[in-house]
């Protein structure tokens, strides 16, 4: 079964640093890209950047660049999303997500599936 | 502001037929592929339709999509209780040069 699991949910303060992870198994993690989305409080999903672990190429929303650092560990088939010094606007829940794409007759496709359970980071002093 | 444009809530009773609207642009509905999330409290997204209107394995039929222009929806028929979620839309958009979602609409079953 294709799984990814998130790191439990964290309590930090302005100013701190956090790290999450997102492990995954089930499939070989050198050959998708894993995306993270965020979610904030009441509001819709929000795509962060990406990274495809077989090279470490990564992209980022123009939106969260600079913002944060996504990298992977192919050795634990783990992808992780940092930040050096969190705001309370990071307070959100943070969903991982394997994108597979493909194309047909000329198109291509992209979608997330699976979801991780999602990680809930909670920013406040 | 989300970049795809739903409703933010809609509803239905038991056994009825739902839709659902997502309105892009040219450098993303009217370019790309559309996919639909299935999103219950306290759970992970769950992928309902990609490709605009392919099912994964394990989706019922009750679910599909179709894409016209730079609009596309998500229909539901049999409508069940446990079809009570928030729905979004999703398509790359060649601008980010990244995926962009709706805003979600939830659906309630009366």
């Known amino acids: 079964e294709v799984q990814l699991v998130q790191s439990g949910a964290e309590v930090k303060k302005p100013g701190e640093s956090l790290n999450i992870s997102c492990k995954a198994s089930?499939?070989?993690?050198?050959?998708?890209?894993i995306a993270w989305v965020r979610q904030m409080p009441g509001k819709g999903l929000e795509w962060m950047g990406i990274?495809?672990?077989?090279?470490?190429?990564?992209r980022y929303s123009p939106s969260f660049q600079g913002q944060v650092t996504i990298s992977a560990d192919k050795s634990i088939s783990t992808a992780y999303l940092q930040w050096s010094s969190l705001k309370a606007s990071d307070t959100a829940m943070y969903y991982c997500?394997?994108?597979?794409?493909?194309?047909?007759?000329?198109?291509?496709?992209?979608?997330?599936?699976?979801w991780g359970q999602g990680t809930l980071v909670t920013v406040s002093s | 502001q989300s970049v795809l444009t739903q409703p933010p809530s809609a509803s239905g009773t038991p056994g009825q037929r739902v839709t659902i609207s997502c309105s892009g642009s040219?450098?993303?509905?009217?370019?790309?592929?559309v996919n639909w999330y299935q999103h219950l409290p306290g759970k992970a997204p769950k992928l309902l339709i990609h490709?605009?209107?392919q099912r994964p394995s394990g989706v019922p039929d009750r679910f599909s999509g179709s894409k016209s222009g730079t609009s596309a929806s998500l229909a539901i028929s049999g409508l069940q209780s446990e079809d009570e979620a928030d729905y979004y839309c999703?398509?790359?958009?060649?601008?980010?040069?990244?995926?962009?979602f709706g805003g979600g609409t939830k659906l309630t079953v009366l």
């Open positions: 997500a394997r994108q597979t794409s493909t194309m047909v007759r000329g198109v291509t496709s992209n979608w997330f599936d699976p």
């Open positions: 089930g499939y070989s993690f050198t050959n998708y890209w």
């Open positions: 990274i495809y672990p077989g090279d470490s190429d990564t």
């Open positions: 040219s450098s993303n509905i009217g370019s790309n592929t």
């Open positions: 490709s605009d209107n």
């Open positions: 999703a398509a790359w958009d060649d601008s980010l040069n990244g995926p962009v």
